[in-house]
């Protein structure tokens, strides 16, 4: 299995363009976790979904972000309209069914926003 | 919800000396506590985890430690080298939603 997988690695956007970000998770997985990572804040965690179905959004910074998880193997972040305070790594991770099982991280998507 | 602390921020220490790291957290109820390590500029990766039901649990030159009626756990690596050089990241299960929450992070400078 070649682990998670996320696109693009990187993303240079400038203020007010939408953004989308997106995640395989390895087959077989039945959870899929949205963080980000900055310096200030350190891994946050956005939005948690299990067997395709969200299960806590209060990470999620405001509306100008979404998630989708439309099947089992596909999951979006989304920011629309993106702001120079988005900037940041954003990392999906996957797991086994139970979340207490190891999260396996994807190599991240590293956002600026100008 | 569940906070975790960590503590220090950076720790350096000499190629051979241990290096201890500190977390607290505040649910009561969370009974999984994993611990993670990101290299500069890759993925974080578990290294080692711990369930409430023990108090202590080695892998090789590293040990988690937990105490449960203090809400406090730690990870220990002995014989430092560089290549353990990295971030490390407790956290603690949220009971609620089953959510793992990360701390702050240790930035850890093994110096040759």
């Known amino acids: 299995d070649a682990g998670v997988i996320q696109s693009p690695r990187h993303e240079v956007t400038e203020m007010g363009q939408e953004v989308t970000l997106r995640c395989k998770p390895i087959s077989g997985h039945n959870s899929l976790f949205w963080y980000r990572q900055t310096m200030m804040r350190g891994l946050e965690l956005l939005i948690y979904f299990n067997n395709n179905v969200p299960i806590d959004d209060s990470g999620m910074p405001e509306d100008r972000f979404s998630a989708k998880m439309p099947n089992a193997s596909f999951s979006t972040l989304k920011i629309q309209p993106s702001e120079p305070r988005d900037s940041a790594v954003y990392f999906c991770?996957?797991?086994?069914?139970?979340?207490?099982?190891?999260?396996?991280f994807g190599s991240g998507t590293q956002l600026s926003v100008l | 919800g569940e906070n975790v602390e960590q503590h220090p921020s950076t720790l350096s220490v000499q190629e051979g000396d241990s290096a201890v790291i500190k977390c607290t957290y505040s649910d009561s109820a969370s009974n999984y506590f994993p611990w993670y390590k990101q290299e500069l500029g890759k993925r974080p990766q578990l290294i080692i985890d711990i369930r409430s039901n023990v108090g202590e649990k080695k892998d090789q030159r590293i040990a988690v430690t937990l105490n449960k009626t203090a809400k406090h756990f730690s990870l220990h690596i002995t014989e430092t080298q560089p290549e353990d050089s990295a971030v490390y990241f407790c956290a603690a299960m949220e009971t609620r939603y089953d959510k793992v929450i990360f701390g702050p992070g240790t930035s850890l400078s093994v110096i040759p």
């Open positions: 991770a996957s797991s086994w069914d139970r979340v207490w099982e190891k999260l396996f």
